[in-house]
Nanobody, 125 residues
Framework: QLQLVESGGGLVQPGGSLRLSCAAS????????IGWFRQVPGKEREGVSC????????YYADSVKGRFTISRDNAKNTVYLQINSLKPKDTAVYYC??????????????????WGQGTQVTVSS
C-alpha cells in the first residue's frame, strides 16, 4: 500500500529551523517526483518545493528561495525539507505528495496523486 508520512513539524521561534521528513512506503521514492506543499485555513494549498525523479532537479517558490532546501535519501526512501530562517508567515500545515503520472507542473497540487497527512509548523515568539 502506497503511503507518505510527514514528520518534523513543531513550534519554533522566528529565525529558527526545522527539518521536515516525508517517509515513503509501498513504492520507491527515487522513481517519482515529490512535492512539498503548505496550507493555512481558508487559503489554497501552496507548492513550496519539489524534487524530480532520477536527476533530482528541484524547484522552489519565490517565497522560500534561499531558506528552504529539498533533498532525498534514497537509502531511507525519504524526502526532506530543511527550512531555515523561519518567519511567522511560514506557519502552516506542510504536506508532501507524490505524482505517479509524472506529468504536470510540480508546484500545482493537481499534479499529485497521493498525499501525506501533514505536519504542523508554527512560527511564533
Amino acid at each position: 500500500q502506497l503511503q507518505l508520512v510527514e514528520s518534523g513539524g513543531g513550534l519554533v521561534q522566528p529565525g529558527g529551523s526545522l527539518r521536515l521528513s516525508c517517509a515513503a512506503s509501498g513504492f520507491t521514492l527515487v522513481n517519482y517526483a515529490i512535492g512539498w506543499f503548505r496550507q493555512v485555513p481558508g487559503k489554497e494549498r501552496e507548492g513550496v518545493s519539489c524534487i524530480g525523479n532520477t536527476r533530482g532537479s528541484t524547484y522552489y517558490a519565490d517565497s522560500v528561495k534561499g531558506r528552504f532546501t529539498i533533498s532525498r535519501d534514497n537509502a531511507k526512501n525519504t524526502v526532506y525539507l530543511q527550512i531555515n530562517s523561519l518567519k511567522p508567515k511560514d506557519t502552516a500545515v506542510y504536506y508532501c505528495a507524490v505524482t505517479l503520472r509524472g506529468q504536470g507542473l510540480c508546484w500545482l497540487p493537481t499534479t499529485y496523486d497521493y498525499w501525506g497527512q501533514g505536519t504542523q509548523v508554527t512560527v511564533s515568539s
